[in-house]
Structures are given as C-alpha cells and as structure tokens.
C-alpha cells in the first residue's frame, strides 16, 4: 500500500530555514507528480508546492514562491521542501500528497511552528 512518511519540522524562529522529507513507498515513484500541501491552525488544507514526475515541472502557492523549493530524489523515492526566510504564518502541520490511481494519499504530517 501506498506511504508517506514525513519528517524534519520543528521550531524555527522568523527568517530561519527548514527543509522537510518525504519518503515514499507502495508505489511507482517516477509515475506520479508529488505535492506538498500545509494545513494551518483553524484553516484549511492549502496547496503549497508540486512537483512533476522527473522534476522539470514545479509549482508554487504565491505565499511560498521564492521562499520555498520542492524537488525530489527518484532514487531514494524522496520528495523535500526547502524552506527559507520563514515567517509567522508558514506555522502549519504539513502533509505530502501523491494521487496514485485517483486517490489521494496522505501522510501523517509533521509540524512546522514559526516563532520567537
């Protein structure tokens, strides 16, 4: 079955620097465009960056775009998110997202709090 496993949030304070992984297994890897969505506290799941098959293709919310940078490992079936110049509102639980078959898949998330 398909998985995503998140990793690298944390406490950073404003300005700083995070970048989260995920390692993705079940599936055919190369197959499918990968995305990173982020679900702030009290608001909904947002779209933050995507990433097609081989990398050639991204996307960005405007929030994030030229803060933030998606890419992806096919050989280590990894998908990152480089974030810099973090802000208070990037404070959010964020989740990877690949749609294998027409299902969305999900993993757990992991924490990213933005703060002094």
């Known amino acids: 079955q398909v998985q995503l496993v998140e990793s690298g949030g944390g406490l950073v304070q404003p300005g700083g620097s995070l970048t989260l992984s995920c390692a993705a297994s079940?599936?055919?890897?190369?197959?499918?465009?990968m995305n990173w969505y982020r679900q702030p506290p009290g608001k909904e799941r947002e779209l933050v960056a995507s990433?097609?098959?081989?990398?050639?293709?991204?996307h960005y919310a405007d929030s994030v775009r030229g803060r933030f940078t998606i890419s992806r490992d096919n050989i280590k079936n990894t998908v990152y998110l480089q974030m810099n110049n973090l802000k208070r509102e990037d404070t959010a639980v964020y989740y990877c997202?690949?749609?294998?078959?027409?299902?969305?898949?999900w993993g757990h998330g992991t924490q990213v709090t933005v703060s002094t």
């Open positions: 997202n690949a749609r294998v078959s027409r299902v969305d898949n």
């Open positions: 079940g599936f055919i890897f190369t197959s499918y465009t």
């Open positions: 990433i097609n098959r081989y990398g050639a293709f991204t």
